[in-house]
Nanobody
């Protein structure tokens, strides 16, 4: 059974930094693209950043220059470095990944980690 487990969320002041991690485990053959979404209270879930298996990245405009997505394929882990955090970044952050197990390619999601930006 495949699992994605996020960590690193918490309370931070405006202008602060956080680093989220998401580790995949289970009977994994390979991992394709990985990404982070977020959902703020009362809003729909939105893509924050994505990274392909080859390392190509993409970001929503609001986080460009502040957030950096990266991955460690050996550790089956994706990271989101968040700098210059703003109150508008407050949300539950979910990682996701396209994971191939024996006979199946499927997108998996973590349960989310809460990021609160407040003074």
């Amino acid at each position: 059974q495949v699992q994605l487990v996020e960590s690193g969320g918490g309370l931070v002041q405006p202008g602060g930094t956080l680093r989220l991690s998401c580790a995949a485990s289970g009977s994994i053959v390979s991992i394709g693209d990985m990404g982070w979404h977020r959902q703020a209270p009362g809003k729909e879930r939105e893509l924050v950043a994505g990274i392909t298996s080859g390392g190509t990245t993409n970001y929503i405009d609001f986080v460009k220059g502040r957030f950096t997505i990266s991955r460690d394929n050996a550790k089956k882990t994706v990271y989101l470095q968040m700098n210059s955090l703003k109150p508008e970044d407050t949300a539950v952050y979910y990682c996701n990944a396209a994971i191939r197990t024996i006979g199946l390619l499927k997108r998996y999601w973590g349960k989310g980690t809460l990021v609160t930006v407040s003074s």
